[in-house]
């Protein structure tokens, strides 16, 4: 069976698409069989981000519907083999993401995959709540702000209460938070949340610290997940959650401000 | 740190403290509130039903606090009676 991940969030603009992009190429490099799927219908981005909008000729949808075969939807990237998209319609009504529907989707999948990695849309509304309920683990994104910090403290809520997990009473879904457009320079002069803080508050297992990077949105803007560009702080970030998510104890990495030269040091920043 | 730092840390301590702070505040009381059992406000409501056979006590006059710690559950009930002129 196949290891179900979603990553959530709660509050939009948060980076869950960037980050599930990262997460399913991260995993298929190592050479895991893997497979992501975009939940947020209606309103589809994750084929953008990944670069295979072009591609797409059937979606989650069509498969849940029986209009299309699973193979026929799913989208082979075309720089690893082992990575599969599976992308959202744009149109049709969100609830057409039946519960039944999606679990046979994801035990279809289960057969032939390592890892099944869950776009989740924002909000706590039926596509969110669908992203989640099959989860084995999730991924909570959040940027180091108030209101982003208080919608993943609900979100745990809701990953603890209105799962699959939690309604057979197995082992709770494992959660892990990933903080994201982080900012050393602006958390050295106390106007950011620091990781601490943001731990302290949620006291979640830290899978990762992505700083604030030009690299995601240049990323975006070519189709190509920022984890596959290696220069840059956000990709090498990208790679270490994915290596601590493996099991891998890497220490955190980009958390301290650039050092800058005498200066600047003299007459601060 | 610089050394217009040490001039700068005394004079504006930064909106992180402040974010954390209530940040802190407002999950431990999301938190409490998540955890009440789902009955609350039916039984607030009924408590509520019962009293106002006898007693003509404002809407809000029920009060249902529920606390949890590790071994222990606390339910509060708070029933606010209108003063002596108010009774029939």
Known sequence: MARIIVITSG?????????????????????????????DVGLRNLDLIMGCERRVVYDFVNVINGEANLNQALIRDKRCDSLYVLPASQTRDKEALTQEGVGKVL?????????????????IEHGATMAMYFADDAVVVTNPEV???????????????????????????????LLTRYSPERVERGEMLSVNDVQEILSLNLLGVIPE????????NAGIPVVLDNESNAGMAY?????????????MRFLDAERKGIFSRIFGG | MGLLDVFRSNRNKGSASV?????????????????????????????????????????????V????????????????????????
């Not at chain 1, 035990?107 to 909000?123: F, M, Q, R, T, W």
């Not at chain 2, 606090?65 to 002129?85: G, M, R």
């Open chain 2, 19 to 63: 974010a954390k702070e209530r940040l802190q505040i407002l999950v431990a009381h999301d938190r409490a509130f998540r955890n009440r059992p789902s009955y609350l406000p039916k039984l607030q409501q009924e408590i509520l039903e019962v009293i106002r056979k006898y007693v003509e006590v404002d809407l809000d006059a029920v009060s």
């Open chain 1, 147 to 177: 209101s982003s910090v208080r919608d993943s403290d609900r979100m745990l809520g809701i990953l603890a209460s209105k799962s699959r997990r939690a309604e057979q009473n197995d082992e709770p879904i494992k959660e892990h938070l």
């Open chain 1, 239 to 251: 790679n270490d959650m994915v290596s601590r998510y493996l099991g891998e104890d890497l220490p």
């Open chain 1, 107 to 123: 035990e279809d999948l289960g057969k032939g995959y390592d890892y099944i990695v869950c776009d989740s849309p924002a909000g």
């Open chain 1, 213 to 220: 990077s030009q690299a995601v949105l240049n990323a975006s």
């Open chain 1, 11 to 39: 509050k939009g603009g948060v980076g869950k698409t960037t980050t599930a992009a990262a997460m399913a190429m991260g995993l298929a490099q190592r050479g895991h069989r893997t497979v992501v799927i975009d939940f």
């Open chain 2, 65 to 88: 606090n529920y606390e949890q710690d590790e071994d222990q559950e606390f339910l509060e009930l708070n029933i606010v009676l209108p003063d002596a002129a108010g009774r029939t």
